[in-house]
């Protein structure tokens, strides 16, 4: 791995990557060279092993039990344990809280926390629903006031983790929205506990076939009139899309470091590959067509780390940094399929098969460039912040507008 030369990596921040690389070799690796498969689950042995090292707490404050660290430290953990398993990567960000934890009033947090960075209290969100993806301001999940109640209902989907969470944070309208220019007013974010491996009375829940993503299910969920106490809001009713809108930042750093791991594991298997495999005599790392490969993804892995590294310190600091977010994400998740593309490649029919590790890191380095903001949205987004949004996206939110309209006369 290669140390920088911009103030970036100091001491402490070397040695909390390492802990982390060591943790993914001992711990990480083998379980998911063992178990990854559509049926497979995380173990909750590993889990605990995370809890003990502090990896569900990595942005809680200390006075709640976490590590009180940032953004950079938490991605720099993340890479290592996606290098091993994304999934498992992907686990720890349900115990951060993200903008969850700076919506919660004081009493929640108290309450919620300290559980939290012990890995005892983790969270699955339900945003998405089937006929909503990359467009969250249109969910037609409502949640209706009744007496010291709400009442829930609508369908949601790309709920992963929903069975074994131990709350869901779903996002509902409570409210119209006032214009096409304000859609994501109105839509409120409701924390519902549940204990794990059920779901709450009123929701039903199909996991969705994958290719991918596996050691925990993603589910359809359908709720019929699930009720919640009404303490159960998170943050001001209505401001729950502003409020989420703010933390896609640090879930897009999140996914570019994922993204970084699945290539550096693809990189450093290829690397070892290429050293053992003899063709014509000679170690195929002799040809140079091999070499350049790696070459290349090695030199693209470092680019996408860089510009992790620089959007991290920006988001700690307090800059909101949308576009840089996403220029990052996007960089990241594209190199990511590309690298681990071409791992497989000088693997030849061998990467073809279960019997290494690059397949895996190959299907899930796919997933990057959908999850969280398609790589299209991302493109979007770093157009608009150059360019101002264009006289197109204003006929799409309007006419996405109406149909919200149209919606809520059905429903009257």
């Known amino acids: 791995m290669s140390e920088d030369g911009l103030g970036y990596m100091t001491e402490e921040r070397r040695m909390i990557r390492d802990a982390a690389r060591d943790f993914t070799i001992r711990q990480?690796?083998?379980?998911?060279?063992?178990l990854d498969g559509p049926d497979a689950e995380i173990p909750m042995a590993l889990r605990q092993k995370m809890a003990g090292m502090g990896y569900f707490g990595i942005m809680i404050p200390e006075q709640y039990g976490g590590m009180g660290l940032g953004h950079f430290e938490y991605c720099l953990i993340c890479e290592q344990l996606a290098r091993g398993w994304m999934s498992v990567a992907s686990i720890v960000a349900r115990g951060q809280g993200g903008w969850i934890k700076s919506a919660m009033s004081e009493e929640m947090k108290a309450k919620y926390l300290p559980r939290v960075a012990r890995g005892e209290f983790l969270n699955a969100s339900a945003l998405s629903e089937p006929d909503t993806g990359s467009d969250l301001a249109s969910i037609s999940c409502r949640a209706v006031r009744e007496g010291d109640e709400w009442v829930l209902t609508g369908n949601k989907y790309w709920c992963t983790f929903a069975d074994g969470a131990d709350y869901l944070s779903v996002f509902a309208r409570t409210s119209a929205p006032a214009s096409a220019g304000k859609r994501g007013e109105g839509i409120s974010c409701f924390l519902i506990e549940k204990e794990r491996g059920s779901f709450p009375k009123g929701m039903t829940g199909a996991p969705i076939p994958k290719i991918g993503y596996f050691g925990w299910?993603?589910?359809?969920?359908?709720?019929?009139?699930?009720?919640?106490?009404?303490?159960c809001l998170i943050g001001a009713q209505g401001k729950a899309f502003l409020l989420m809108a703010k933390g896609l930042e640090g879930a897009r750093a999140h996914t570019a470091a994922r993204a970084i791991g699945l290539a550096q594991g693809a990189l450093e298997d290829a690397i070892a590959y290429a050293g053992e495999r003899k063709q014509f005599g000679m170690p195929i790392a002799e040809y140079q067509a091999i070499r350049f490969k790696i070459a290349t993804m090695?030199?693209?892995?470092?680019?996408?780390?860089?510009?992790?590294?620089?959007?991290?310190?920006?988001?700690?600091?307090?800059?909101?940094?949308d576009r840089e977010a996403s220029m990052a994400k996007y960089f990241a998740s594209e190199m990511a399929e590309r690298v681990t593309s071409q791992a497989l490649q000088i693997f030849g029919g061998a990467g073809?098969?279960?019997?290494?590790?690059?397949?895996?890191?190959?299907?899930?380095?796919?997933?990057?460039?959908?999850?969280?903001?398609?790589?299209?949205?991302?493109?979007?987004?770093?157009?608009?912040?150059?360019?101002?949004?264009?006289?197109?996206?204003?006929?799409?939110?309007?006419?996405?507008?109406?149909?919200?309209?149209?919606?809520?006369?059905?429903?009257?």
């Open 352 to 412: 073809y098969t279960k019997l290494f590790a690059v397949e895996r890191y190959w299907r899930d380095a796919r997933l990057t460039k959908i999850f969280e903001g398609t790589s299209e949205i991302q493109q979007r987004i770093i157009a608009t912040s150059l360019l101002g949004k264009s006289e197109v996206e204003a006929m799409i939110a309007a006419r996405a507008f109406d149909t919200q309209a149209a919606r809520r006369g059905a429903l009257a």
């Open 28 to 34: 990480v690796l083998p379980v998911a060279n063992q």
């Open 298 to 321: 090695a030199t693209e892995i470092e680019a996408a780390r860089q510009l992790l590294y620089y959007v991290c310190g920006e988001i700690d600091r307090g800059r909101r940094c």
């Open 217 to 231: 299910k993603t589910f359809e969920l359908a709720l019929d009139g699930v009720r919640v106490p009404a303490d």
